[in-house]
């Protein structure tokens, strides 16, 4: 089975400071995304990776970057975190087989105070 | 631009009807579409995908049907439960065959709640 881990299922940080949200597949999946979701909203995809330090903006990428140093690695990152940046983030992969199913982390809530 | 759309932002059944969710999309034609349970609190898991010449599809008391004509998917739990109580989302591949990267287009969600 995939699997697809976050580093935390629950953080609470400061505005201002700089969050990390990380996110490791296993099973070589080339194409990682980066999502938040908020009630009403649906899912907003932030910043996707379709290699090893390749990335592309997403719909809502402001206030965010991404890293990919590794295939199976894909970091979100806060680089000032504000009070509207409160929401629950979801990563997941995929890998093309014909047609693409996505396949999703936990999910991690971030609450900025 | 493209637009999917779940009519229901919320859907209240009694325990053992049948639940029908609807997705719509305009301005392209996908070569399949996905639905997906999200449980609170969870990512969401991949349910069930249709393609595009396929009119319906079924697993265990699960139903899809796809009217590209109609732009339109609907989502069936016959003798529904308690435990079938979950958002459920559809999700459009606009570019299947181009360099999509594997991006979906998710709809909003419908949540569903199955009263005992």
């Known amino acids: 089975d995939v699997k697809v881990t976050q580093s935390s299922r629950y953080l609470v940080k400061r505005t201002g400071e700089k969050v990390f949200l990380e996110c490791v597949q296993d099973m070589d999946h080339e194409n990682m995304f980066w999502y938040r979701q908020d009630p009403g909203l649906g899912l907003r995809l932030i910043y996707f990776?379709?290699?090893?330090?390749?990335?592309e903006k997403g719909d809502i990428p402001e206030g965010y970057s991404v890293s990919r140093e590794k295939k199976e690695r894909f970091s979100l990152i806060l680089e000032s975190a504000s009070t509207n940046q409160t929401s629950m983030y979801l990563c997941?992969?995929?890998?093309?087989?014909?047609?693409?199913?996505?396949?999703f982390g936990p999910g991690t809530r971030l609450t900025v105070t | 631009s493209q637009k999917i759309e779940q009519n229901s932002e919320a859907l209240n059944i009694q325990e053992g009807k049948t639940a029908t969710l609807t997705c719509n999309y305009t301005n392209y034609s996908p070569a399949y579409l996905q639905w997906y349970r999200q449980d609170p609190g969870r990512g969401p898991v991949f349910l069930l995908l249709i393609r595009e010449n396929e009119k319906e599809k079924r697993k265990e008391r699960l139903k899809v049907t796809f009217d590209t004509t109609l732009k339109q998917s609907l989502f069936h739990i016959t003798a529904s439960q308690p435990a079938d109580s979950a958002t459920y989302l559809c999700?459009?591949?606009?570019?299947?065959?181009?360099?999509?990267?594997?991006?979906?287009?998710f709809g909003q969600g419908t949540i569903l709640t199955v009263h005992p």
């Open positions: 999700a459009l591949d606009i570019n299947a065959g181009g360099t999509s990267y594997g991006k979906l287009t």
């Open positions: 990776s379709y290699d090893v330090k390749m990335k």
């Open positions: 997941a992969s995929s890998f093309w087989q014909g047609y693409t199913l996505q396949y």
